[in-house]
Structure formats: structure tokens, C-alpha cells
């Protein structure tokens, strides 16, 4: 009995011998099984794995044509029904179907919504869709700037000589724009030129006293009673402003005309304007 345990044990601590091949009937070795695909992790925005392009191409068709017109052909709201790129149902999915499937199959009549008959290949295609649309909204690292040159450049032109002339020359401060820019960010910058925080952005003020004495720096503020400055030196002064004083002050704002000219822009206008800047090459 003592023997027959030590022979127990030591068999138990032998390492498993390999198996011999297995083969078909017709000769041939068995393929090995393939191993389960490890599941995909959620991305760095937390959200589940991106849906197969497949299904959401085909779950657009559907979507389009059955839930379109209810719902917008992006899911973002249409005529009657929600916004699902922001639905908490669609989020709470995951592009499983689990969620979206029984709205679909039994639909939700006291908000006007009816039933679809679908297979569950159509249903998890049409939630992939919606997966795909809220991730998208959530994951701005994806979003891609559309071609935004598609303005007239002889309106942008006419408009540019008539306007931006007496400032801007496209052979003096303007020469060779559109190779330091690309067009979004060139733009941006016609629009919002520069931040008051850079000094070509500063608004700057000359104050004249009646002695013919001037002070000039960086406009601090300004009204009907006083005016205030910073010098180069930063040396702070300060004027009270009375009719009978005889004090003049000059403003000198750089990004004046600039924001007037935003008042007025129609779209029209901006993309004309970019097309021009374009060329400036």
C-alpha cells in the first residue's frame, strides 16, 4: 500500500508528456482550434471599442431609411423624434443590441415611435450606426476639419481693396501669408487676428497735456472723467478729464477695425475673403 502511494506521488510530479498529433480520417493532422481574440479594451475616452466599419455602413442604410425621418439621417433629432447620438440608451448599449433592440422590435406607441420588424443581424448593424455616432461625438481626437476654401477669390478681392487695403498690402505685411498658414489657421487669423495680451494687440494712448508735454503707453482705462497709462518703463499715470483742462488723449486700437469688420462679415464674405488670402503666396 506504502509503495503504490510513492508511485502515486511520483507520477503526479512528472511534467505531462506532449501529445501525439491527432489526424482526420483522410491522414491529415488536425488543425489546432483557434484561440478566442482577446476582447478589445475600451480606448483612452473610456468608451467601448470602435464598431466594425462594415456593420456601421450598413447600419447607416437602415437607419436612414427606417429612422430617418423621425430621427435625422445622423441621429441627431429630425422631425418628431430625440437626439440618440446623446441618447443614455444608445450609450448604455455599447453597440450590443441589448438596448436598442427591444425599442425597435416593440417601438414606444405613446411617443408616437411604431415597431420594425428586423433580424438581430439588422438590429446590432443599426446599434454599431449609433455606437459609431456617439463615440464620435465624444472623441474630438477623430474629428476632422472640412475643406473650409470655398469662397469666390475675386469677390475676396473686391472686398479686400474696398476694406482691408488702407491697413494691408498682399506685397508689403501680407506677402507670402498663405505659406506660413494653412487655411483654417489663416482663417482664424483674419478674423481674431491677435489677443490683446500680445504687444501688437495692445491698445496704446498718447495724452497730450496743455503744455505741449506727451505721455504715451498701454491703455489701463479710460471714460468721461479719467484716463490711465502704462509706460514702457512701467511707470503708471493717471489724468482726470474736465472740459476746461485742456487735456487731449489719442487711442490707438490695432484690432479696432478688425472687430467692427467682424460685425458686419456675411458668410459670404469670410469664405471670398479666405480665398483670397490664399493666393498670397
Known amino acids: 500500500m506504502k509503495i503504490n502511494v510513492v508511485v502515486l506521488a511520483i507520477l503526479i510530479a512528472l511534467p505531462a508528456l506532449p501529445q501525439e498529433p491527432q489526424f482526420a480520417p483522410g491522414?491529415?493532422?488536425?488543425a489546432a482550434a483557434p484561440k478566442p481574440a482577446a476582447p478589445a479594451k475600451p480606448n483612452f475616452f473610456g468608451l467601448a471599442?470602435?464598431?466594425?466599419?462594415?456593420?456601421?455602413q450598413r447600419g447607416q442604410g437602415l437607419f436612414v431609411a427606417s429612422c430617418g425621418f423621425c430621427h435625422g439621417s445622423s441621429g441627431k433629432g429630425g422631425n418628431a423624434g430625440p437626439d440618440l447620438v446623446r441618447s443614455v440608451l444608445v450609450l448604455h448599449d455599447e453597440g450590443s443590441g441589448?438596448?436598442?433592440?427591444?425599442?425597435?422590435?416593440?417601438?414606444?406607441?405613446?411617443?408616437?415611435?411604431?415597431?420594425?420588424?428586423?433580424?438581430?443581424?439588422?438590429?446590432?448593424d443599426i446599434s454599431a450606426f449609433l455606437l459609431s455616432l456617439s463615440q464620435g461625438a465624444v472623441n474630438r481626437g477623430d474629428y476632422k476639419i472640412l475643406d473650409v476654401v470655398t469662397g469666390n477669390?475675386?469677390?475676396?478681392?473686391?472686398?479686400?481693396?474696398?476694406?482691408?487695403?488702407?491697413?494691408?498690402?498682399?506685397?508689403?505685411?501680407?506677402?507670402?501669408?498663405?505659406d506660413r498658414y494653412d487655411p483654417v489657421a489663416l482663417q482664424s487669423r483674419f478674423l481674431?487676428?491677435?489677443?490683446?495680451?500680445?504687444?501688437?494687440?495692445?491698445?496704446?494712448?498718447?495724452?497730450?497735456?496743455?503744455?505741449?508735454?506727451k505721455f504715451s503707453g498701454q491703455l489701463g482705462d479710460?471714460?468721461?472723467?479719467?484716463?490711465?497709462?502704462?509706460?514702457?518703463?512701467?511707470?503708471?499715470?493717471s489724468w482726470t478729464l474736465t472740459e476746461s483742462n485742456g487735456i487731449k488723449v489719442q487711442v490707438n486700437d490695432p484690432l479696432k477695425g478688425h472687430e467692427e469688420l467682424l460685425k458686419e462679415y456675411s458668410d459670404a464674405d469670410m469664405h471670398n475673403i479666405l480665398s483670397y488670402l490664399v493666393t498670397f503666396k
Open 27 to 30: 491522414g491529415a493532422p488536425k
Open 192 to 213: 481674431y487676428p491677435k489677443t490683446r495680451l500680445t504687444p501688437k494687440g495692445q491698445t496704446t494712448v498718447v495724452v497730450t497735456l496743455p503744455s505741449g508735454e
Open 153 to 178: 477669390p475675386k469677390e475676396g478681392k473686391v472686398y479686400f481693396d474696398k476694406r482691408c487695403a488702407g491697413c494691408h498690402s498682399p506685397k508689403g505685411d501680407l506677402a507670402h501669408l498663405a
Open 49 to 56: 471599442p470602435p464598431p466594425d466599419p462594415a456593420a456601421v
Open 98 to 124: 441589448k438596448e436598442v433592440g427591444p425599442v425597435i422590435l416593440n417601438g414606444r406607441p405613446s411617443k408616437g415611435m411604431p415597431k420594425f420588424t428586423m433580424t438581430p443581424a439588422q438590429i446590432m
Open 222 to 237: 479710460i471714460d468721461d472723467f479719467s484716463v490711465s497709462l502704462t509706460e514702457s518703463t512701467g511707470q503708471y499715470k
